[in-house]
């Protein structure tokens, strides 16, 4: 079959289910990542056609696509600034507004004159660390996860991408102190609350982690408290805490920083306006 025609059938197919540039995405990386073929290379040459065992492999995508397993899991990858990384269900799949979070650590610390020690906490694919050790070569990374199956993953994204990172499986609710002291100290937890799940998308519910999503209602800020509490001790003087939080729970998230200790307490934004990120400084 022509891969024109099997266009059309696929759109079809997920007309009902997703908005159609999401479709025209989905059939686009699936051709890329089976066929090695762009966009471009389509529109160059419409006599390119399917094997039977493409079409065996198409059929199998649209079913998962059809139960809302996210693309990112069928192709088993996803890209992170400019970076791939391997991803399974083990893990979240990295978000642009971590993107925005970590080019506000870069930006920073762009001049810092010093080999910074950096922790993340909560790594899942490893996107933050690894995003970090890319950009500040010299820094000592650390990274702590629960989830000793997203340890396996982050290690492989880890040497896929060539940076050296210390992980640590940890809960970190149960820990009292941490074993060293660091210039930054960055995580992204889980913060949504249970009764914000109906405002979640399927794919997220049903396929996703919710180890890394969801927290007690009546504790949203469990995470943070912990962390925060551990910085305190942990952050060398001057060091930054950072924190991608809930959009809903902003000022309560500063109030609770500002109670523990630190200061300077800085509530960014992301680029659709919502309160997403918070620095703070010891």
């Known amino acids: 079959m022509l891969i024109s025609d099997y266009k059309f059938l696929f759109c079809q197919k997920l007309e009902d ?32 056609k399917l094997t039977s065992s493409d079409l065996e492999y198409f059929s199998q995508c ?33 978000r642009p507004e971590t993107e925005e979070l ?12 010093k080999t910074l020690k950096i922790l993340d906490i909560g790594t899942g694919s490893g996107c933050i660390p690894i995003s970090l050790a890319k ?22 994204n880890a040497k ?17 102190k941490l074993d060293d002291t660091y210039d930054i100290i960055v995580s992204n937890p ?16 049903k396929h996703e982690p919710s180890l890394a999503l969801f927290v007690d209602d009546n504790d949203p ?12 001790d942990s952050l060398n003087e001057g060091g930054s805490l950072y924190f991608e939080i809930n959009e809903y729970l902003g000022k309560e998230t500063s109030d609770l920083i500002i109670v ?8 960014r934004k992301d680029i659709f306006e919502r309160d997403r990120m918070i620095k703070a400084n010891k």
């Open 17 to 48: 289910k997703y908005s159609k540039e999401e479709v025209l995405n989905f059939f686009f990386l699936l051709i890329e990542h089976r066929l090695n073929l762009r966009r471009v290379d389509l529109a160059l040459d419409r006599s390119l």
């Open 62 to 94: 649209l079913q998962e696509l059809e139960s809302h397993r996210p693309i990112q899991y069928i192709i088993g990858s996803t890209e992170f600034m400019d970076l791939d990384y391997k991803v399974t269900e083990a893990v979240l799949i990295p």
């Open 102 to 113: 970590i080019n506000w650590i870069k930006q920073d610390f762009q001049d810092a004159n």
């Open 135 to 156: 950009n500040f070569v010299n820094a000592e990374v650390h990274s702590i996860d629960v989830s000793s199956e997203a340890l396996e993953i982050a290690r492989y």
């Open 160 to 176: 896929a991408n060539n940076v050296t990172i210390k992980f640590i499986n940890k809960n970190i609710l149960s820990v009292d």
């Open 190 to 205: 889980p913060y949504v609350r249970e009764l914000e799940k109906v405002e979640i998308s399927q794919n997220v519910l």
């Open 221 to 232: 800020l469990v995470f943070y408290r912990k962390i925060t509490q551990l910085a305190k």
């Open 260 to 267: 523990i200790g630190l200061k300077n307490i800085v509530l």
